[in-house]
């Protein structure tokens, strides 16, 4: 039961944003964008925020960055951006036009008659108010407050990777009546998931989001090396230059700390740990030490003695504890490898 997009008949699906000022309408714009052209759309992105240069600046900057196109109109004038927006879009063969719009502070008679205007000028299949999940129970109030004024077709709930619980989440769905369509877990394009109320109330009793966690991991890994991983792993083949591909891959995941915050049990660790400075420093140096190998070392490490370690130390900027260090980990991850491949993963866990 997930809440998608819904789909218009005739393409451009279009997608109107709203919401209280900072919510995070820009970021998520960028962020569906993304979600939709990995899975084969062709999205187009339109700033109608009439105040603020800046605005349509930063979303200049997100297209950008994440090779989505902007449609750059005038924004003054509603109607107009709104006409030529949807002719860029059908002359550019768009299946979404996303339509960013400016933060209101407060919900007065100005603001709803501007999103009239909006409305009428962008005919938008799906209206989604965009919520700040940091709010706690004002997040709530303004999502009943845009209900009762404005057609919400649904929600997205963003900031949910800070200290919010999300708790919020499962009250305006049971308060309006209407799907939170997305939640926004940080700062990146990358860091948006679909939301299924059954894992969230898991997520927000401390057990973490395996399912998750698998789903990132399946769009991150192609099929055919999942099995060659597996492969290897029951034969006992695998060595450190599988280590390092599948750090690399878990990487393109996402930031670790994203990562460990899935795993059931490991909650409370993400909490400690500055995810971002590990990120890479600590990604780089494991690198760099398996780098600074020779083919024959990262095949069969067991042939490391003392001499061999500060030759790879002194070659990878790092100390032979270091290296140590990392040969260690490898023999405890290789060990969970195994035993996933031999299908004892659920005994591992514990939970058979
Ligand atoms: N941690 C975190 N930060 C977020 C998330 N979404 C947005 N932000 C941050 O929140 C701030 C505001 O985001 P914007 O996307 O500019 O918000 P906006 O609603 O477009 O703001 P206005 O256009 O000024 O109304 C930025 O610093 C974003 O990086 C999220 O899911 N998690
Ligand atoms: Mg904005």
Do not use: C
């Amino acid at each position: 039961a997930q809440a998608g997009l819904v789909v218009a008949p005739q393409a451009p699906t279009v997608v109107l944003l709203l919401g209280l000022k900072g919510a995070g309408k820009t970021t998520f714009a960028a962020k569906l964008a993304l979600h939709l052209r990995k899975s084969g759309g062709k999205p187009l992105l339109v700033s109608a925020d009439p105040y603020r240069v800046a605005g349509a600046q930063q979303l200049q900057t997100l297209g950008r960055q994440y090779d989505v196109a902007v449609f750059a109109g005038d924004p003054a004038d509603l109607q107009k951006l709104g006409r030529e927006a949807l002719a860029e879009a059908r002359r550019l063969n768009a299946t979404a036009l996303i339509v960013d719009s400016p933060g209101y502070v407060q919900l007065d008679e100005d603001v709803i008659d501007e999103i009239k205007d909006l409305e009428s000028s962008f005919a938008p299949h799906e209206t989604l108010l965009v919520v700040d999940a940091m709010t706690g129970q004002e997040a709530v109030h303004v999502a009943e407050e845009f209900r009762n004024a404005t057609p919400i077709t649904g929600f997205v709930l963003t900031k949910l990777d800070g200290d919010a619980r999300g708790g919020a989440a499962l009250s305006i769905r049971a308060i309006t009546g209407l799907p939170i369509k997305f939640v926004g877990t940080g700062e990146r394009a990358d860091a948006l998931e679909a939301f299924h109320p059954d894992r969230f109330a898991q997520r927000i009793l401390g057990m973490g989001d395996v399912l998750t966690l698998i789903e990132k991991a399946q769009q991150a890994i192609p099929q055919e090396d999942v099995q060659a991983f597996g492969k290897k792993a029951k034969l006992n083949q695998l060595d450190l230059n599988d280590f390092v591909a599948q750090m690399q891959r878990m990487r393109s995941m996402g930031p670790l700390g994203d990562i460990i915050g899935m795993i059931p049990g490991l909650g409370g660790i993400k909490r400690q740990l500055q995810a971002t400075q590990i990120d890479d420093t600590f990604f780089k140096r494991m690198e760099a030490i398996v780098f600074s190998m020779t083919p024959a070392e990262r095949r069969n490490p067991d042939i490391i003695n003392g001499s061999r370690r500060r030759r790879i130390a002194a070659g990878s900027g790092t100390t032979p504890a270091d290296v140590n260090q990392l040969l260690k980990q490898w023999k405890e991850a290789k060990k969970i490898m195994q035993a996933m491949a031999s299908g004892r993963t659920a005994k591992l866990l514990g939970i058979r």
